[in-house]
Each structure stands twice: as C-alpha cells, then as structure tokens.
C-alpha cells in the first residue's frame, strides 16, 4: 500500500497587497494619534486645574491661620516707592508659604526662610521640583540658572514652577512695591494706580479677604506661565537675580540657554528683555497682554500656556479654576487682575 503525500501550497502576500497593508495601518496611526494626543493634552489641562485648585484651598488655610493671604515675596526692601531692582532679600515667595498646606511640610521645615533663595543652607532645598506647582503640559521643568544684572554669573540655581501669583494689571516692575505710579511707565488701558491697581500679590504684601473689595469670583489670584516664555520657580524672587524672556527673538530662544549662548535679534536678546526677580514669582494681566497671545513677546511676567486653545488657567479667589483664552475681552483681562479697582466688568 502507497501513501500519497499531500502537498499544501501556502501563498505569499504580494508586494502590492504587502504595500496596501502598510498603507492602512498608516491611516489608521495617523487617524489615531490626534486622538490620543488629545486625550492626552486635556487630562494635563485638567491635572493643572486640579493644581491650582488645590493652591487655592491652600491659600484660604493659610488665611485662616494667619488671617492674612502670604507675601507675594518678603524682602528686607520695605520702601513703597522702590523698584525690585533695589531688592535685598531673602525674597521667598507665596508659593513656598503655602507649604505645610499642601501637604510638604517636610520641604516647608528644611528651609531657612531668614536666609535668601537658593544659597547657603538653601541651596539645595530650592532645587527641589514640586509636582503640585508644575504642569504637565509644560515639558521644560528642570532646575533652571538665575544670572545677575551683568548677565555674567549664575547667582542661584532653582526648582521649576508654573504658577505666579496676580500682581494687578501693570508690569511687575513697577507694580512690585504695591504702590505702582503712572510716572513709572505702564502698558495696557489707562486704569487705577497705586492702590486701586494692584492684585492680591506684591513685594511684602499683607491682603486679607476683606481687601478684596471686587469680589472673590471677579478677580484672579494666581494663573500659569509655560517655560518656554519665561522661567518660573516656587520658591521666590532671587536676590540680584533676573528674569529673561525666552519669546523676545523670533526663532525663540531655547528655555535656560545660557546668556553667552542667547541669540539676538532686532528687539535684543532674551536676556536684554529681562526682568528682575519678583518676575520669577509673580506675573500681571492686561488689556496689551492677552494670555497666551503675543508673539514675539518681550515682557516675561505675562501669564502663557502650552495648553491647545491659546490661553491658560487661572485661579481665581474664590476657589474656582477657568480658562481664559486669547479672545477674552481686553478690558475684563484688565479690570479681573486688581482686587480693589471698583471696574464694573461685562459678561465674560
């Protein structure tokens, strides 16, 4: 008896049809990855709202405690007719004294607040990235190097933050002290100076609830800045130190290039548009600095995001988080960042 073999022939996949299946799968990818990526971008949206929503619960505790909100930043300069450029230190900020309430006490008890930002004993502690002040969509959030006016020397080394507490609606600059003056020089709309200019934050500020006479709802306290403006950090306005505007040259200049690296263009490098350091802590909102809007932008203490929809979050005093997009009404952006400016704001 024979036995017959059975021979089964297997086809192969063509060339073509290899190429088709090659072709699918590539639209399908390039039908999903939008997807994901935007999945991906509101979970991180939501994640700095739940930040900032947590920095707000912090900032009411502290009130309790002290029935005072903290200091913008505590330096030793207490003269209200002073620039920050007069600045002497320590200069811990807001964000650092919220601490014990947000749950890092830990960090909050390695620091000696008597000594300034960054050196000495606090070298190493100021170095420290705290997930609750930085923002997922931000992808620049190492330590970053604070130079000095001479833009020669690297007077601190800092932790990375997104947040910045409201100084009202002129620049920092002249806002710092709390007392702003037109003579100074501002931008935005004609509006209130000195006191009926500020927001809850400044140099050795001490504003309570009762300061907040437009109302908790109508005013923000805080909002975020993306590292690829201008650098940012939770622990203070470093003495001596400045703030460079990485948006002040077209190309932008790569965030925490060094000074000696830092291309110019026609408007200077990002270090000759440079604030001083009460811009690393604090930011100010107004009609000529819509959030997320300008390009090149030569003021690093304006709010900015790497959120899609052009604009950033911002907390406001009565707890709540909103984002606030580029399209938002000039003069309410103004009239929400003072806390006793009396404006009376359309819907918004």
Not at 66 to 89: E, K, L
Not at 144 to 173: I, K
Not at 305 to 328: P, Q, Y
Request: glycine fraction near 10%; proline fraction near 7%.
């Amino acid at each position: 008896m024979t036995y017959r073999a059975q021979i089964r022939s297997h086809k192969a996949f063509t060339l073509i049809e290899l190429l088709v299946v090659i072709a699918i799968i590539a639209v399908l990818i390039g039908l999903l990855l939008p997807a994901v990526q935007k999945v991906r971008e509101a979970a991180a949206r939501m994640k700095c709202s739940a930040n900032l929503k947590q920095i707000g619960l912090a900032l009411h505790s502290y009130h309790d405690t002290y029935t005072v909100f903290p200091a913008g930043y505590v330096d030793g300069n207490t003269d209200i007719n002073s620039t920050p450029d007069n600045d002497m230190g320590p200069g811990w900020g807001w964000a650092a004294y919220l601490l014990p309430y947000l749950e890092q006490n830990n960090v909050y008890t390695q620091i000696n607040f008597s000594q300034p930002v960054g050196t000495g004993v606090n070298a190493q502690i100021s170095q420290l990235p705290l997930t609750i002040f930085l923002c997922p969509s931000d992808p620049y959030q190492q330590a970053f190097s604070v130079y000095d006016s001479s833009f020669t020397n690297p007077v601190a080394t800092v932790a990375s933050g997104n947040y910045l507490g409201c100084s009202g609606w002129e620049e920092c600059f002249t806002g710092a002290s709390g007392n702003p003056q037109a003579s100074w020089g501002t931008d935005g709309l004609a509006g209130g100076f000195g006191q009926s200019g500020v927001g809850l934050f400044y140099r050795n500020s001490r504003n309570k609830v009762a300061s907040v006479t437009d109302g908790m709802s109508n005013t923000i306290f805080a909002g975020e800045r993306s590292s690829n403006h201008a650098p940012s950090t939770w622990t203070g306005a470093v003495p001596g130190g400045r703030c460079p505007a990485w948006m002040a040259t077209q190309p932008f200049t790569a965030p925490n290039t060094p000074p000696s690296q830092a291309p110019t263009g026609p408007s200077g490098s990002a270090y000759d548009n440079a604030d001083f350091g009460e811009a690393l802590v604090l930011a100010h909102c107004n009609a000529t600095h819509l959030p997320s809007a300008d390009s090149p932008i030569f003021d690093p203490d304006v709010y900015y995001s790497m959120h899609t929809g052009r604009g950033a979050n911002f907390l406001f005093g009565d707890g709540s988080v909103k984002f606030l997009t580029s399209g938002i009404d000039p003069k309410t952006y103004q009239y929400l960042s003072t806390i006793a400016g009396g404006e009376v704001l359309s819907d918004w």
